[in-house]
């Protein structure tokens, strides 16, 4: 060899190890951390990922004894999404480690063990090079996806070592003609789709493989094996299960599909993962078009079919929920063809092919670089969250509500719902949440607990509908954050009264929150529940103001809902909101009534939107830094009208043409009306009106639909008073009735007027 070209090999082949030294150190960091993380989920107590808490209480209910697989709708209305073996796997551990996730996440654990040896065993195999073996394990070990996942109770991965075994004991059998061992690929098959059902793929590229290219009986004998085993054993467990088997395998998993979050999913992977996509490419163009010598059949081999068949497997990821779980089996054959890719350039010792194989791993190490710091301080926030919550459930009774389902668990709470699946169903069409809506409706649920982020961004979760959320907030109120946890407690409006602001926004109720004697500087909370009556597609403010008598304001709180985090164009049609403003009472405020009206106005022109009452709704009338109106010395009555209005007392004063009349009401629920106030004059023996004066509280300044518990009022009346009439002769007849239907208010006693005296009788 000619010296000089002797000495440039050399000096390449120096380059080369120099360039794998940091390449495979990078490769090694990063699988230290994914090692690193799986250690930590094993001694963690808490749920790392939605999923978790499922399949913990999946593993619960079947070690007790009680059935996983249900019927769709039969309460309690949670049932098994996925395939017995994984949660079979955890139940067989509990004896040992207990109701924990730690007996699921060690499955975790040993599958991207095995997964790993088995992608560094066969690109050795198949191309007799020790360091592109190794690099391909630890660029499928040290991925972030893998990083993700391998703290986790998940059923993918363990899914994915019996299935890649499967696969690799196919590809043995093809080269050695040894068939006994397709058997075991068979059972190793069936066991990865019943560990999850999505991992068709390699079966059906291994019966493709032999049917087509190697020996049609064994592909017949190995398919029919698979279906005979799997099959059986759906055909015997949907039976034992009444059908809830194919239910929840299913009709529990037609999840809508979410085409933008298909291709962001799809970008972030071939973002991440360009260089695998890259070398595998590679590796296709070295094997069937520089290769020129073999025939085009004989090039085709399992891997290659393998790979054709898992990418259609990535339009799983475009279902509602999906995420980088519906990744895996393309990483995994990725990681293989890039391994044998990586081989073929180190065959190519002449510059710069060697040369580029590490750098090409150093880029891929790039792309995929991470660090411990997020999963760090996750592991914090999470850990501090569920400490938080424990002494809050202990005292809760159940039934609770929780997006979180292993908070549940984990506490010995009663988990009876799956928001998931089944507004995944009501989304499909298959469920129409009356059961939930109901539970809602009725506050049967003692706290609802949600994630942060998910009642502002429903169609980015999933979890819920809007359907679920418009009910929570119209019968719960937000209160508190518990680190990464949202909670609701039952808190049903005070005023239910739609009203209508054109066709865009509608009032559904409010509660108000307030002293009972208000003084000047006192702070007023109004709780308010909209509703979008289409969707919308511009972005209003609403509005509370504090206004006088004469009209004039004195405080306001204008913004949009949840502090201005939720503008009207992300609300959905029919979608409910619930809304808090906060009044302060300016400190020079003169004594008398104000008025709390609420609205909405286009935030550009500030052009407010129409009601039925003009432009704003009078929501209530609160005294300030003022004494009960009218005299003190008040004949003591105690006369319920009706559930929620007292008639505590009257005076009376008779001029020459009316006689004053002023009656002390008090309030002990919230009226559901507003009432009218009858006066009659009548003749001791008679019920007939001499004269009358009939009219609403302090003539309809403080309608009755306004009042609130604990409220006294002074309410001055006047009776025009007829020629020759004296009022002391007479009795006066006092009640209250609905305008709308002429309905009087009855007493405990089923009279529907109280007779009054004006003389000493």
Known sequence: ?????????KAADQLTWMLWAPALAGLLYLAGLTLWLGLTGLFFPYQLDYGEGFLLHLV???????????????????????PPLDIALAVALTPFLGLSYAAGRVWTLLAIAGVTVLIAAWVWRESGRRLPAVAAALLFVGSPYIYHWAPLFRVDLVGLAFTLGGLYLVRHSIQTGHWGRLWLAALLFVAGLYAKQSFLFAPAAAVACLFFFVDRWQAVKMAGAMVLLGGGLFVLMNSLTHGGFWQGLVISNINPFLWPEFWKQLSDFFGTFAILALL??????????????????????????????SLPGLWFAGKAGAWENYFFEAL???????GLGLAGLERRRRWPYGVLAPLLVLAQVALMWHTPHLADRYLRLTRQSNQAMAPILARTPDPIASEDMGLLVTNGKMLDYCSFQYSQLARAGRWDQ?????????????????????????????????EFLSELDRNYRHAGTRGRYELYEPDPLQHERRSEFGDQLALVGW????????????????TVVWQAQRKLTADYT?????????GRGWAGDDHQPYGDLYPTHAWGAGEMVRDLFTLIVPANAPPGLYDVEIGWYIPETQERLPTGEGTTVRVAVLPVGQETIGPQAMTPLEAHFGPAITLEGYTWQAGPKALQVTLRWSAGDYPDADYTVFLHLVAPDSDQALAQGDAPPLGGRWPTSLWRPGMVLDDPHTIPLPPNLTPETC??????????????????????????????E
């Not at 060899?1 to 090999?9: E, F, H, K, Y």
Request: glycine letters at 8%; a positive charge.
């Open 280 to 309: 595998t490419a590679w590796q296709a163009v070295e094997r069937f078009l520089l290769e020129r010598t073999t025939p085009l059949r004989q090039k085709v081999g399992l891997l290659d079919l393998y790979l054709i068949a």
């Open 332 to 338: 995994a054959v990725l990681s293989l063809c890039a």
């Open 434 to 466: 009356s059961w939930e809506l109901a539970q809602l409706r009725g506050r049967r649920w003692s706290l609802v607990i949600l994630e942060q982020g998910t009642r502002l961004d429903v169609d980015h979760y999933q979890r819920f509908t809007r």
């Open 60 to 82: 619960r209910e079947w070690s007790q004894g009680r059935p996983i697989y249900r019927p769709i709708g039969e309460y309690p209305l949670v049932t098994a999404n996925y």
């Open 511 to 526: 509660s108000l929150h307030a002293p009972s004697e208000i003084e000047a500087g006192e702070t007023i909370s109004l």
């Open 731 to 760: 009795h006066l007849l006092v009640g209250l009735y609905d305008p709308t239907t002429g309905q009087r208010l009855p007493l405990p006693d089923g009279r529907n007027a109280l007779r009054l005296f004006l003389k000493g």
């Open 1 to 9: 060899m000619n010296p000089i070209r002797r000495v440039g090999l």
């Open 542 to 550: 609403a509005f509370a103001h504090l206004v006088d008598e004469k």
